[in-house]
């Protein structure tokens, strides 16, 4: 199983790679660091939905694609999750 890795900037504006544990339109979980110094976060949208950010030993860190964009990548990595969903109505 291939783990994946995104890139999220830092209140400094360093980039940094981490590895995502669960991803959901919803939020995004990701470890930074490895092995005992290794650190879990969570990622929630913002209000808008533009970007996801989340907090590291009271640091923020963001990711910085929409939501649309996240569920665009499941959508085309899991076709079959696709179809479970109900269609959005009009």
């Not at 830092?10 to 110094?37: D, F, N, P």
């Not at 009271?58 to 179809?83: C, F, H, N």
Request: charged share 30%.
């Amino acid at each position: 199983m291939k783990t994946e890795k995104i890139s999220v900037r830092t209140e400094s504006g360093q980039m940094l790679e981490v590895q995502v544990l669960h991803k959901r339109a919803t939020a995004i979980e990701v470890v930074l660091g490895q092995g005992v110094h290794s650190v879990r976060c969570e990622l929630v949208p913002t209000r808008t939905g533009n970007a996801y950010v989340g907090f590291v030993q009271g640091r923020e860190i963001v990711y910085e694609k929409s939501t649309a964009q996240v569920q665009m990548e499941l959508d085309r990595l899991d076709p079959a999750q696709r179809k479970s969903r109900p269609s959005p109505k009009r």
